[in-house]
């Protein structure tokens, strides 16, 4: 079958171009052909992903298929679906994202439920929250809509993603984040104390950078993803922070990568925080870690 747009006599149908495109990606390796193939097609259709299997004999125009063959081959270039489309799901909801930004992922999902859980059993009067790395704000839309008495401060050193996060922010109706540009290595938060600190900060060690999937080293910004040392210079520099700015028995979560969890537990008890609990991902690997700041310092 010739490829879309190459054959003026070639009559593309919704289920022909699913049916080409999924074979297309899968022969090329790619993971989630059909999946990939359909969202892109709904995409440029503007059609939910149930629709499409409701109009498999629609014909499409010859502008329509441009359109999708421009974005198949961004895919076919190893550019994440989700830049592609514009927006992913995080939590039931959709978050925008574009390529200032982290796209969102299940393991981060964890960090999301841990957070929340956390705020319900504290109770309304002590559900401050500080989040340090917002990037498209879906951790702190979460937060704000699962827990909607949490106040939560999101800072993010890159104005771009701030920007990102402010639309999506907007778009769900949160008045309860505050959004704040600070480096946590240099801008000080004014005295402010807060009852949780929660954060998935660039914990990719700058050896492992350059061996990550295209989709991430070649798309996704390095600056959310590395921290161009050995993996834990942010990590550090959060607990390090949590000494001041984390009120007694308040918590400190973290998302970490699937080798830190030794280091980082040490780190954390160094620093004096107790009740150390790991969170296990989908595949098993201890991925979000919680703790306390004690009562007395």
Known sequence: MAQPGTDSAQQWTVLSLLQWGSDYLKAKGFDESR????????????????????QFDRP??????LRFKALFKRRLAHEPLQYIIGETDFMGLRVRVTPDVLVPR???????????????????????????????????????????????LSI?????????????????????????EADVFSDGLGGRTFDMIVSNPPYVSLAEYAELEPEVRDFEPRLATTDEADGLRVIRRIVELSDT????????????AYDQSRAVAQLLEQHGLREIQWH???????????AQRGAVR
């Open 35 to 54: 999946l990939t193939v359909d969202l892109i097609l709904a995409h440029v259709l503007s059609l939910p992903r149930l629709g499409l299997y409701l």
């Open 60 to 65: 499409l125009t010859a502008d329509e298929l």
């Open 106 to 152: 299940p393991e981060t999902e964890l960090l999301a439920e841990r957070a929340i859980e956390d705020l319900k059993r504290r109770g309304p009067g002590s559900q401050s929250v500080l989040e340090i790395g917002t990037g498209s704000g879906n951790l702190a839309i979460a937060i704000a809509r699962f827990v909607p008495t949490a106040r939560v």
């Open 156 to 180: 993010d050193v890159s104005a771009p993603a701030l920007a990102v996060a402010g639309e999506n922010l907007r778009s769900h109706g949160i008045t309860n984040v505050d959004l704040q």
């Open 245 to 256: 700015a984390l009120d007694p028995g308040g918590s400190l979560l973290l998302e970490v």
């Open 280 to 290: 296990d991902d989908h595949a098993g690997i201890p991925r979000v870690v919680s």
